[in-house]
């Protein structure tokens, strides 16, 4: 098998690693899919697919302009056992809260943004395999009835990336059910294109870690093309999850979050382009505060935050300031789904170019920091610590005060974990809820948990929402704080030789 062939997996050890308690659990949650797999299309599944969730460590909001971030995955994962049979994409789930979903096979088929559902994110994955194979040029394959039963396991609204888990799984489903091969890479680039159809315009960052995930190794991703370097993390470091448990629905805010972010930094590149002299014409063309960065930084003394600081003002930009400055309706820049942000701020603060730019620039310039650090050779393990802790605490900061992505849960938990001797710690994915990635020494991890547990979790004033988890986990939060290692990415099992269902 070449490298980066997405791997199938024999045995579910190559998946999820040789500890018998947890594998033991893995083998009693695959069973129980294929039995309810079985009770509920009469057949046996022909394959399972996993994709992973992930926890970014550093560079948040950055992929959708151009640069490179840091994930791992995580341990969390979506699994889908699928057969061909029917005439219709059926959808059922593990999870009795969601009913079962039919879809057409036509994959020029819309996705209703309007009701979102978990569904619409495997009929992005289903259009997006037939749009990949036809863009490649390749045959379109045979549309025949698909029967999937998913289970997914990453938190939802966290910051985790369930949605790319599922889109990643789902495609993985119909490519293996439909024998195509398809390599790690081209998964991750069409996974994260199909997945806009839901209505958020993402950068490509969780399907990329999603697919190709390594167990023992972070990685630093980089697009256009999407590809992957392993990152090294320090011996003796150790990363907590912790969920502020106030949830960040994605989707539904779009309008007002993620997608008027992603207005903001567009509409800043090309601001910033036209004040450094770029022409007007090819200023336009320029979607990606990455491509803009040089000519940014040469007009401060290399510095591209202290030349937004120049070039830009702080506060608001209205409609009618926009496009005088732009010298063109906002229409000829942004499509229709962006301009619903901009109509949106109208009614508000207006967009805020400045801060949105500085960020940008200022978190990409900590990724390759990161890295630095990880791997390098004459630093000591606590100055590696120490160093990493405060990339992380500076991209918290930014995200509060710059991105403004944050919120008042997840400032308290960070602030929990700092007491409690976080080296580092910060919102994690989107933000405005979710959770929050800490570093601290791997000895001093379950004091971590706990310190933060006693600070955040029991006491009422902090999180409302504590109490009610405990109560529907038989008194646990290990679902809401835990330790995570990198793990591995996207997988295709083998059936016949799990041994389930005997
Ligand atoms: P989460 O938090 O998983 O929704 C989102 C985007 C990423 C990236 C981060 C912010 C999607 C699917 N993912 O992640 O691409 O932009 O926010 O760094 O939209």
């Keep these: 098998m070449q490298k980066d062939s997405i791997p199938l997996a024999n045995r579910l050890e190559e998946v999820y690693g040789t500890d018998p308690s947890y594998l033991g659990e893995q083998h009693a949650r695959y069973t129980a899919l294929h039995s309810r797999f079985v009770d509920l299309y009469g057949c046996q599944p022909e394959f399972i697919v996993r994709s992973p969730g992930r926890v970014?460590?550093?560079?948040?909001?950055?992929?959708?302009?151009?640069?490179?971030?840091?994930?791992?995955?995580?341990k969390q994962d979506t699994v889908i056992a699928v057969a061909r049979g029917g005439d219709k994409l059926r959808l059922n789930n593990m999870a009795s809260a969601h009913a079962e979903q039919d879809f057409s096979l036509d994959p020029a088929q819309e996705v209703d943004r309007d009701n979102h559902s978990w569904g619409n994110y495997v009929v992005c994955a289903y259009k997006g395999v037939h749009e990949h194979?036809?863009?490649?040029?390749?045959?379109?394959?045979?549309?025949?009835?698909?029967q999937l039963l998913v289970e997914g396991r990453v938190p939802q609204g966290s910051g985790l990336s369930s949605s790319a888990a599922l889109v990643c799984a789902a495609s993985l489903a119909v490519l293996a059910v439909h024998g195509i091969a398809v390599s790690k890479h081209e998964v991750a680039q069409f996974a994260a294109e199909c997945e806009k159809y839901v209505g958020t315009q993402s950068g490509g960052m969780d399907q990329a870690i999603s697919i190709m995930g390594q167990a023992g190794v972070a990685k630093l991703i980089s697009f256009n093309p999407v590809r992957a370097e392993d990152v090294r993390l320090p011996d003796g470091a150790m990363f907590v999850i912790a969920n502020s448990l106030t949830v960040s629905k994605k989707a539904v805010s779009a309008d007002f979050q993620y997608n008027m972010r992603v207005t903001e930094c567009r509409l800043a590149a090309v601001a910033l382009a036209l004040a450094c002299g770029v022409s007007p014409v090819e200023a336009g063309q320029r979607k990606l505060l990455a491509e803009v960065e040089e000519v940014v930084a040469a007009a401060a003394g290399g510095d591209a935050a202290a030349g937004v600081d120049k070039l830009l003002h702080d506060g608001g930009y209205f409609k009618a300031e926009l496009e005088e400055l732009l010298g063109v309706p906002l229409e000829q820049l942004l499509n229709e789904h962006q301009l619903r942000c901009v109509a949106l701020a109208e009614k508000s603060t207006g967009l805020w170019l400045q801060k949105r730019a500085r960020h940008v620039f200022r978190e990409a310039a900590r990724v390759p920091q990161f890295r630095a650090i990880c791997h390098a050779p004459d630093l000591g393990t606590e100055a590696k610590l120490a160093s990493l802790g405060a990339l992380m605490d500076a991209s918290q900061a930014s995200c509060r005060d710059d991105f403004v992505c944050s919120s008042t849960n997840l400032?308290?938990?960070?602030?929990?974990?700092?007491?409690?001797?976080?080296?580092?710690?910060?919102?994690?994915?989107?933000?405005?809820?979710?959770?929050?990635?800490?570093?601290?020494?791997?000895?001093d991890a379950c004091s971590f948990v706990a310190a933060v547990t006693h600070a955040y979790y029991d006491d009422p004033e902090q999180c409302e929402a504590a109490a009610g988890e405990r109560e529907a986990h038989g008194g646990s939060l290990d679902h809401v704080i835990f330790t995570s290692r990198p793990s591995s990415g996207g997988a295709i099992l083998d059936i016949a030789t799990l041994g389930l269902g005997a």
């Excluded at 992929?63 to 995955?73: K, Q, S």
């Design 133 to 146: 194979l036809a863009r490649a040029g390749q045959p379109a394959p045979p549309l025949f009835g698909l």
């Design 411 to 443: 400032d308290r938990l960070v602030a929990a974990c700092k007491a409690a001797g976080a080296l580092g710690s910060r919102l994690t994915g989107a933000g405005w809820g979710g959770c929050t990635v800490s570093l601290v020494r791997e000895a």
């Design 56 to 74: 970014n460590l550093i560079g948040e909001h950055i992929d959708y302009m151009g640069y490179g971030v840091l994930p791992m995955a995580i």
